[in-house]
């Protein structure tokens, strides 16, 4: 065991306090990593976006483990996980691509692949992470032991005109990737049998300025909402070849949409019961789309501009945060009656949710309030607050074992 | 740390051979817990009936980690996972409840106590652990860490004329659990916000002899399978004042079944856009169930009787196991266009199957042959074959993060 496991138990010792075990002490001084054994499905990372560090928090102590340091620019930082949810991989937005062991709380890999990433996803067979970039555009490809570059797939148009910005990079069954390409109004779908060599089936023309997309979690149906019209385009990955269709096609019928004033997020969105709700884009509604007929069948009142539409694993219930000026409320929409039925307000600017795995937890980060809060998702009771520096993205390690990510 | 922790680190090391490093060795004489630190997202145990051990798997590595011994009679054993994924409970058919360690690969608490249990589940917020027992029939409840006793529910049917066999028990959303009574009839929902006083609710008159019951993936519908008549009863928890109601009535219409060789599960059924696959009693068919109506909507001809019928995650495919003679074959059902595509030979009497979370692994195991074969779900390649002895149930660490279990 390394010298950096000593380091890193001190820092976990200076978070706990006096709690910390005699013997962590004692083995530390022997040379040998301290850390007393534990699972590691019960953990979480919360990016603390201001000082460029991660919190790694248990959740079912709901206590904060460790902080790591040294990730970077950390704004509108994601992560996913390693097959074993030993590891994390952190996306920061200065396009820098760090592995955390979540065990002896380190860094113990980073690669600055790109200037700018947004985002990426682990391969179904845990091999390969791919890393979504704003610039240059394009996705690239690691392994996830060594993080050793597999492949550079320029995100490059028909003729190499343009390289564009791609966004809303999820994992696909079969060792895929799927992608939207943000100026250039396209799908990809990344076949990576070969991870060195991988194979691009292009979807162009599908609408413009997609600005987020996702896949259902059977991993079937990639989604990507549009920014510069009102519709969403959907590709079904049972048949690619019957191509990208275009769905809910002008939702917004010739209204004004209002300026927006964040952009909005299909990574949180759900589908509970044949039913996914997604925002709309520039208003204060949540789209209720039919996956059976891929039709809106309704649209929910809500406070703000949707920003992030969470629901809970079992379908009951959905959650809901605001850009602002509404970013101090959540509210949480009753799925059975397909209505708002509860306001809360975590603290100030709300900027991410993560129910835990069975959903019986809901974790809210509150920026500006420098907290994350902890709900019984049942009784809406506060179970804790965590104190925390600017947090922003949740992710819990049970998102190893779920497609997309 | 302790001295049962070095006794786990032998064992391992024997299993592991020279493979082992060094410092392993080194540590044990300090004292020190060796065991290398890991994640447990992707351990999985894998059930050997005869010797009543488990074998603890790497399904990342696909490799045997340890095998841990003393737990009874096993034949028809289960397993569940803390919140965690750090330890598993084991329900043996002896009424033994064992929890392990799998990072030590040891038994770290074991109680006895019922003459013969079926199975059991783990409250959503992964405090309780209930057991239910065919002898003395009825549902206990335990506390996940240390296995103290926190209450017991005697199946007493009305006027308490009869102590019924219990069966399908699972974990529902808000630390409530539902199980099926085989001798009385009934459906029973526990409710254990005081797990010292739970409540029961009582679905009485059922249907006769409920085999076996599941829930839905999303925590909604329990559904118990009859043997005593063609039909399931089915329960919305979302509208429990609904009472149950009968679907699939009369499914054989009147046919002569044919003699049951081996009774079906509803364990390892499959629900994939919006539909859900179950044995026919009795035939040689899979039942294909609209749940949006819960109509049948087709009947799927198949090899032989069905036991286990396991849908992928991503539901593009369900396996199908079966009773003998058709023991040796396992089938897969395309689900799109719902009929076989591919029939596999794993080896003598296959009793279980097992996907990996993300459904790109199949791990099977096969009794008579001595070995769990792990296949590539999408090529059907053979990726690794592990002996074992008598291998039955296989169950993925993952368990810990899915609704019922």
Known sequence: MSSSDRGSTVSRRRLLGTGAKATVLGLALLGVAAAPPRGTGDLALVVERASGTVQIVDTTARQ???????????????????????????????????????????????????????????????????????????VKLFATGSLAPLADIPALTAGGAMRSKVVGLVSAPGRRFVVALYDAGEIWLIDCADPAAPLVRKYPGIGRLPYDGNITSDGRFYIAGLFGEDGLALLDLWNPDAGVRRILDGYGRGEEPLPVYKMP?????????????????????????????????????????????????????????????????????????????????????????????????????????????????????????????????????????????
């Open 64 to 138: 904060v483990v460790s902080r790591v340091a040294g990730l970077g620019d950390l704004s509108h930082a994601t992560a996913v996980f390693s097959r074993d949810a030993r590891h994390a991989f952190v996306f920061g937005r200065d396009g820098g691509l760090s592995k955390i062991d979540l065990l002896a709380g380190e860094v113990v890999a980073r690669v600055v692949q790109a200037g700018n990433s947004i985002g990426g996803a682990i391969s179904d067979d845990g091999t390969i992470v791919a890393v979504g970039n704003y610039a240059p555009g394009g």
């Open 265 to 405: 997020h299909l990574a949180g969105w759900g589908r509970a019961g044949g039913l996914l709700l997604v925002p709309a884009v520039g208003r204060h509604e949540v789209l209720v789309i039919d996956t059976a007929q891929w039709r809106e069948v309704k649209r929910i009142p809500v406070r703000g501009q949707p920003v992030f539409i969470v629901v809970r694993p079992d379908g009951r219930q959905a959650w809901v945060n605001f850009a602002l000026p509404d970013s101090g409320t959540v509210q949480v929409i009753d799925m059975l009656t397909l209505a708002p039925m509860r306001d809360l307000q975590p603290g100030k600017a709300v900027l991410h949710m993560e129910f835990s795995p069975r959903g019986e937890q809901m974790w809210v980060s509150a920026r500006d309030s420098g907290k994350v809060v902890v709900y019984d998702s049942r009784t809406f009771a506060i179970l804790a607050e965590l104190p925390s520096q600017s947090p922003s993205g949740i992710f819990m390690a049970a998102r190893a074992h779920t497609m997309g990510r």
